[in-house]
C-alpha cells in the first residue's frame, strides 16, 4: 500500500538556523498537509495545499513558515529561523479523498 | 472555538472493554477518526465515522457517534497489553473548507495485565 514518506526522522538545529522538512505524498494525492505536535500535547494543524498553494493556514503559521511543492512530488515545509519552541514533531499528511494519510513524523530538535 | 476535548487517562485490566469518549465543536463535521499513537511513534488511523451514521463496527473496535451532544466514543473490545497507546479522536469541520483535521487532546490508555 503507498505511504507518505518523511525525512529526516529526526533533525537537530541550532536556534536561528533554518531547517527543511520533507515530504513525499503519495503520489496520485491532490491535498497536502502539515501538522505539528508538541511534545505531550495534541497535534495541531498548520497548513493546508492544494493546487499550488496555500488553501488555509492556521495562527501558528507566522511568516517564518513556508511551503512548496517544488518538484510535484516532493511537498516541503520550511521554518526559517527556528526558535526554541519549534521543536515538535512534524507530520505531513495527503489525501485524494477521505480520510487524510500521514507519514511517520520528523522530529525537530532545536539547541 | 475549536476544542475537541478528551478525558485524558483511562486504565482498564486486560480482557475488559474500553471506552474512550470524545466531544467535538462542529456540528457540521462531516467525518470523525480515531487514531492511535504509540511512544515515539506516528499517528495510526484506526476507523473513521461518516456523520450520516450512529454506529460503525470494525473487529474488536465500535464507533458511536451522537450528533445531537456532539459526542463520539471508542469502544475497544477485549482490550490487550498492546493497546496501551494515547488515542485521538478528530474531526473535519466543514466551516473551513479544506478537510483539515481538528484533533482532541488524547487519551492515554493504560492497560493493565
Known amino acids: 500500500e503507498p505511504e507518505v514518506t518523511q525525512t529526516p526522522s529526526h533533525q537537530v538545529t541550532q536556534m536561528g538556523q533554518e531547517v527543511i522538512l520533507r515530504c513525499v505524498p503519495i503520489?496520485?494525492?491532490?491535498?497536502f498537509y502539515w501538522y505539528r505536535q508538541i511534545l505531550g500535547q495534541k497535534v495541531e494543524f498548520l497548513v493546508s495545499?492544494?493546487?499550488?498553494?496555500?488553501?488555509?493556514k492556521s495562527e501558528i503559521f507566522d511568516d517564518q513558515f513556508s511551503v512548496e511543492r517544488p518538484d510535484g512530488s516532493n511537498f516541503t515545509l520550511k521554518i526559517r529561523s527556528t526558535k526554541l519552541e519549534d521543536s515538535a514533531m512534524y507530520f505531513c499528511?495527503?489525501?485524494?479523498?477521505?480520510?487524510?494519510?500521514f507519514g511517520d513524523g520528523t522530529r525537530l530538535s532545536i539547541l | 472555538g475549536e476544542d475537541v476535548e478528551q478525558s485524558l487517562f483511562l486504565s482498564v485490566r486486560e480482557g475488559d472493554s474500553s471506552v474512550i469518549n470524545c466531544t467535538y465543536t462542529d456540528s457540521s463535521s462531516t467525518y470523525l477518526y480515531w487514531y492511535k499513537q504509540e511512544p515515539g511513534a506516528g499517528l495510526q488511523l484506526l476507523t473513521y465515522?461518516?456523520?450520516?451514521?450512529d454506529m460503525k463496527q470494525d473487529q474488536r473496535l465500535t464507533v458511536l457517534l451522537n450528533k445531537k451532544d456532539k459526542h463520539l466514543s471508542l469502544r475497544i473490545a477485549d482490550t490487550q497489553t498492546g493497546d496501551s497507546a494515547i488515542y485521538f479522536c478528530a474531526e473535519t469541520p466543514t466551516t473551513s473548507g479544506t478537510y483539515k483535521y481538528i484533533f482532541g487532546t488524547g487519551t492515554r490508555l493504560k492497560v493493565l495485565a
Open positions: 503520489s496520485n494525492h491532490l491535498y
Open positions: 495545499f492544494y493546487n499550488n498553494e496555500i488553501s488555509e
Open positions: 499528511a495527503s489525501r485524494l479523498n477521505q480520510p487524510q494519510h
Open positions: 465515522i461518516f456523520s450520516n451514521m
